[in-house]
């Protein structure tokens, strides 16, 4: 059974870092990756890894935002640097296995002084 949890959101101020984790069971995954949803925004892709490393980002996030994953472990982490009011949303991750999307159930993220 395949299973997402994420961790390591909260409130920081503008200009802090945060690392959120995704620790995935059922897998192995193919592609994982970051996904954010501010209130009254669609969801948005902000970073993707896939198995063998390769990374993909928006240009919006580029610079700040580095995902990471351990497959040993079966988990990835978003490390976000710089952080912006803009960038307050729930984070959600998600893993692809075969045709099959999974997401977990999210971690929020306030950025404010």
């Known amino acids: 059974q395949v299973q997402l949890v994420e961790s390591g959101g909260g409130l920081v101020q503008p200009g802090g870092s945060l690392r959120l984790s995704c620790a995935a069971s059922?897998?192995?995954?193919?592609?994982m990756a970051w996904y954010r949803q501010a209130p009254e925004k669609q969801r948005e892709l902000v970073a993707l890894?896939?198995?063998?490393?390769?990374?993909d980002y928006p240009d919006s996030v580029k610079g700040r935002f580095t995902i990471s994953r351990d497959n040993a472990k079966n988990t990835v982490y978003l490390q976000i640097n710089s952080l912006k009011p803009e960038d307050t949303a729930v984070y959600y991750c998600?893993?692809?296995?075969?045709?099959?999307?999974?997401w977990g159930q999210g971690t929020q993220v306030t950025v404010s002084s």
């Open positions: 890894i896939t198995n063998s490393g390769t990374t």
């Open positions: 059922g897998g192995p995954f193919y592609t």
């Open positions: 998600k893993a692809t296995l075969g045709i099959f999307d999974y």
